[in-house]
């Protein structure tokens, strides 16, 4: 993001916090938490504010953004955009009958739908260039939709600050999956479908049918939904066009409905076995596009965190329990378990992971059973932690799932790991290849 545009939130932020950072802090922090965590730009204030001690209530109630920078499930949204369309309907709500208005925003970064609730306290027709100030955001089918309630201030503008022609009406960015990220408005990208799953929703009331599943190419994967039934099979390669971009926790997720353009495409690409395969990918790229699906990485060991080891669940909710206490259900009676909870880095960057206990058993090379007996033996559920620390910090690990971002940074839900081994050997006949070179 440019400067320019962070000047009035690093000086809200340091008067938030009595100028208790530099400038130059504030704009780390905030620039970490928009582009490496992806959070919109409200949150990433607040986040910054409330990690050191400062009262967010004395921001200003909101500020002007670009339609492709909403989020869905916003309370509280101030955007300048000219009203691409304009309709009126009737409907029954409460048992009463009333009219609402409904149609498109659009601004030069996207187009949205809108629904005013209560239009004849406001006063805009298509064409015009409105200034909204307390509007509120909802999903639908994957995309934001803007929604105008009894707070919300609607102003006249100019109608030369955003034209006819600047309305972002032209084809969609051409991308690669790898690059795809929320708020770039429509999208257009080419893979192979890896998966196709049918399921049943409900939608305002009303049960329709949608197909998700992972779509690739030779970049990456990532998660699709379709709203409408355009035949998709596994294997097939298609171009996607006029899709729209939503994330969950960082990772990116791609959507498109009836308006969208579906082609199917011959020409050479990876099979679905290539694409399945995941290559190692640095941790700080991961970091950069705000999480990833199905992605790989490769890097030490530095720390088996607390809370790994043999621990106790609730049987109900399946959360964690501590001292025999759900946060939830209260006090129970756990049932046991095995997870792994370790910082993985690269030297890019670093995520932490979380492994269930499959793949524990595997990697520490015994069982929960074999655990229990030694928990007993040593009347210690903190020696199998223990055991864990021994045999795997500073070991070197390859580790694939999806990796969600937060304000605490990146975690993993691993799907497979394995520990690797140093190839001595192989180091050794590098460098004396690389001693001879230079000679």
Request: with cysteine; aromatic share 10%; glycine share 10%.
């Given at each position: 993001m440019e400067d320019d545009k962070l000047a009035p939130h690093i000086q809200e932020i340091s008067r938030a916090l009595g100028n208790k950072l530099s400038e130059k802090e504030i704009e780390d922090e905030l620039?970490?938490?928009?582009?490496d965590y992806n959070l919109s730009i409200p949150m990433a204030k607040k986040t910054v504010v409330k990690r050191h001690g400062g009262d967010t209530g004395s921001f200003s109630a909101g500020f002007q953004r670009k339609l492709a920078e909403l989020r869905p499930n916003e309370p509280n949204v101030d955007f300048v955009a000219r009203v691409v369309t304009a309709n009126e309907k009737a409907i029954e709500a409460r048992g009463e009958?009333?009219?609402?208005?409904y149609g498109l925003l659009g601004d030069e970064s996207t187009t949205l739908s809108y629904t005013a609730w209560d239009p004849q306290n406001l006063e805009f027709a298509k064409g015009d260039v409105i200034s909204v100030k307390g509007a509120y955001t909802k999903e639908y089918r994957g995309r934001v939709e803007v929604h105008f309630g009894n707070r919300v201030t609607v102003r006249k503008e100019d109608p030369s600050t955003i034209g006819v022609s600047d309305v972002a009406q032209g084809p969609p960015k051409v991308v690669a999956i790898h690059q795809i990220q929320e708020g770039m408005g429509y999208v257009e990208t080419k893979g192979r479908l890896l998966s196709v799953d049918e399921r049943e929703v409900n939608v305002q009331g009303e049960a329709k049918t949608i197909y998700s599943g992972t779509i690739a190419d030779e970049t990456g994967k990532i998660q699709y939904t379709a709203?409408?039934?355009?035949?998709?099979?596994?294997?097939?390669?298609?171009?996607?066009?006029?899709?729209?971009?939503k994330s969950?926790?960082?990772i990116p997720q791609l959507n498109f409905d009836e308006r969208a353009d579906v082609i199917r495409v011959k020409e050479k690409f990876p099979s679905a076995d290539e694409l399945r395969?995941?290559?190692?990918?640095p941790i700080a790229e991961v970091a950069s596009r705000g999480?990833?699906?199905d992605v790989s990485v490769r890097g030490t060991i530095i720390e088996v965190r607390d809370g790994s080891g043999l621990i106790m669940r609730c049987p109900e909710c399946k959360r964690a329990l501590q001292k025999s206490?759900?946060?939830?259900?209260?006090?129970?009676?756990?049932?046991?378990d095995l997870r792994i909870k370790a910082v993985i880095d690269d030297g890019s960057g670093s995520v932490s992971a979380i492994i269930g206990r499959e793949l524990?058993?595997?990697l520490m090379d015994f069982t929960l059973e074999e655990c229990m007996e030694k928990a007993r033996q040593s009347m210690s559920f903190e020696s199998i932690k223990d055991s864990m620390d021994d045999a795997l910090t500073f070991k070197i690990i390859d580790a694939t799932g999806n990796i969600t971002a937060d304000t605490y940074g990146l975690s993993m839900i691993t799907k497979e790991a394995e520990l690797k081994v140093p190839d001595t050997m192989g180091d050794i006949e590098r460098l004396l290849v690389e001693l001879e070179e230079s000679r």
């Open positions: 620039r970490k938490c928009i582009e009958k009333k009219t609402i208005w709203w409408s039934d355009f035949k998709l099979k596994p294997g097939e390669l298609i171009k996607i066009s006029r899709a729209t971009v969950w926790r960082g395969k995941t290559s190692i990918t999480g990833a699906a206490m759900c946060k939830i259900h209260g006090r129970v009676e756990g049932f046991p524990t058993e595997r």
